[in-house]
């Protein structure tokens, strides 16, 4: 039964790790209705960050062209000597402000990441960030609705927009049902981004931030799996991963033709849901 619930953490994180729903705050609905019986407290905690490998695999497979900084074409290349013959600039460039995007939430988050868990990450928190995010979703859409967008382009997006994105995913750094990709996305909505653009910049910015978040978790449970332990990791991030690669693809068709306003009533939805559940006791 450990390896199904496994599998059905994959499919939820594999799902709403993408759509700007708050991953958070589904998995705390799913831990209250479905508990792992022979595995650590410990362990868990570990689970429901690192099964995020798979989602960032994912991204990585649908977007290699576009992220791999390496290349064989010497016009691309930032230098025609050394080392900077082989790294096409343009790429480079990108994974600079990805990484300035990134400064801010790995700051705050590795300084604080512990005590935001133990005053945040409880239902009601998570149940308050889910519906203002959801309501923000509504009102920047409604703003944002035939007004003409300046960045249609990642490479149009400069050091300083990614900067301003970055300190949008701060605010999911801090509080959990905030939704990594809702609020990157709102962030990038605000400064004049295409919903397209805005959308393939956060899976960027998810790289490093899931890979490093992944990395401190495994460090700090250690290697000492049991075999149902690991087996579960497994599962669950295969499963996270296959979800992923066609939640990435719907999501990139679905806003060609529709804006994010259907993620905010859902957002809403479900943090009215989280908190009468927290109400009557049944999540915790």
């Avoid at 296959?242 to 999501?251: A, E, G, P, T, Y």
Wanted: proline letters at 2%; a positive charge; aromatic letters at 14%.
């Amino acid at each position: 039964m450990d390896f199904i619930k496994a599998i059905i953490f994959g499919i939820v994180e594999g799902i709403t790790e993408w759509l700007p729903v708050s991953s958070t705050g589904h998995l705390i609905l799913l831990e209250s209705f479905m508990k792992f019986k022979n595995v650590s407290e410990n362990f868990f905690d570990m689970f429901d960050v690192v099964i995020q490998l798979g989602a960032i695999l994912a991204v990585v497979l649908i977007y290699f062209k576009d992220i791999w900084p390496f290349t064989n074409k010497k016009q691309n290349a930032i230098s025609n000597k050394g080392l900077l013959s082989h790294l096409d600039k343009n790429i480079t460039n990108l994974w600079g402000k990805i990484l300035v995007a990134c400064v801010p939430a790995a700051i705050v988050g590795l300084l604080f990441d512990e005590k935001f868990e133990e005053l945040f990450y409880n239902p009601t928190s998570v149940s308050i960030a889910l519906i203002v995010f959801g309501i923000a979703f509504i009102i920047i859409e409604n703003w944002h609705k035939g007004k003409k967008t300046k960045i249609n382009s990642i490479a149009a997006i400069t050091y300083k927009d990614a900067l301003i994105i970055g300190i949008f995913q701060l605010l999911a750094a801090i509080f959990p049902g905030v939704s990594r990709s809702g609020a990157t996305i709102i962030g990038a909505l605000l400064i004049g981004v295409s919903r397209k653009v805005s959308a393939e910049f956060t899976f960027y910015l998810a790289i490093p931030v899931m890979f490093g978040a992944s990395l401190l978790k495994i460090a700090k449970f250690g290697l000492s799996f049991t075999a149902t332990e690991f087996i579960a990791l497994i599962l669950g991030m295969v499963t996270a991963f296959l979800v992923s690669v066609w939640i990435i693809k719907f999501l990139m068709n679905y806003i060609k033709k529709h804006d994010f306003k259907v993620f905010g009533w859902y957002r809403i939805a479900i943090g009215l849901l989280v908190l009468v559940l927290g109400f009557f006791g049944v999540v915790k």
